[in-house]
């Protein structure tokens, strides 16, 4: 029965790292969402999309060779 019960330790260790591996991931989620949002808090609001779009709209259409 001991090599079951050092089996049962492996996987409890193993999932107690996926499980601070997880927190981690989450925490960093957590900050590079705050980070986003303010980011686009302080640019006004605009979408990068939008922006490219508005900027291109006035230039002379390309002609084909």
Do not use: W, Y
């Amino acid at each position: 029965m001991k090599h079951g019960r050092i089996g049962n330790e492996s996987a409890m260790r193993e999932a107690a790292q996926i499980r601070t591996l997880i927190s981690d991931l989450d925490r960093i989620v957590q900050f590079l969402n705050f980070d986003i949002a303010t980011k686009e808090k302080h640019a006004g609001g605009i979408r990068p999309l939008r922006f490219f779009a508005r900027r291109n709209a006035g230039s002379a259409p390309r002609q084909s060779c």
